[in-house]
C-alpha cells in the first residue's frame, strides 16, 4: 500500500527549465564523480538527448537520459539517487525511458555503465543487456561499459 502510494506521487518530466537542468546535473555528478558536467555541458547534451528529471513529491530522486539512434543504436542510461534506490523508480524509468527509444526508432539499444556501479551492472544485465566494449579514459582507473540490449 505505502509503495503503491510512493508510485503514484513520482513524477518524471523533461528537463526545460534551468532548475530541471541543474537537477539533472545534480544526479549525474553524484552518480557519475568522475566525469562532472558543468551546466553548460549538460545545456549541449540537451541539444543532441532528451534528458529527464524525476522527483517523488518535490524530491529530486533520478534522471535519465536517451540517445536518439545513430550509427550505435539508441542509448538508454537511468540513474537513481542512492538513498532512493530498491524501491522500484529504476524500473519505471527504465521502462519509459526504453519507450522513448524505441519511438525514436532504437531498434538496438545500448546503455553505458561506469564499472564502479556495480549495482547499475546488475540492473542493467538483470533487463537483459549485454556487454559489447569497454572503454578506459586515459589516466583513468575504471572503465566505462557499453551494453546492448540482447
Ligand atoms: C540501476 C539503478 C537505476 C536501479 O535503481 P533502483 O531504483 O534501485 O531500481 P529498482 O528498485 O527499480 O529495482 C529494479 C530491479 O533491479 C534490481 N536491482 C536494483 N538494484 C540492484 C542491485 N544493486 N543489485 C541487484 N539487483 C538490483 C531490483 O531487485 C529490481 O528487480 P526486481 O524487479 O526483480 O525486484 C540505480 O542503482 C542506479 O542509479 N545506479 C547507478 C546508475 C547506473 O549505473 N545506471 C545504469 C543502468 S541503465
Redesign the pocket.
Known sequence: MRFAALMSDLHVRPVRSDNELADWRHVHNV??PGDPLSLDEVRERLGRNRLEVAYQGELLV?CTTVRPPGDNGAV???????E???????????TRALEQARQLGGDRIE????AA????????Q??G?VEVSRYLPPGEDVPYLTLRLA
Do not use: D
Not at 538508454?76 to 542512492?82: E, G, N, Q
Not at 532512493?84 to 527504465?94: E, K, T, V, W
Not at 546503455?111 to 561506469?114: E, H, K, Y
Open positions: 552518480i557519475i533520478g538508454v542510461i537511468v540513474r537513481v539517487l542512492p532512493h534506490r530498491g524501491h522500484g523508480i529504476g524500473q519505471r524509468l527504465y546503455t553505458i555503465v561506469w556501479n556495480t549495482g547499475g551492472l546488475r540492473f542493467a538483470a533487463a543487456f
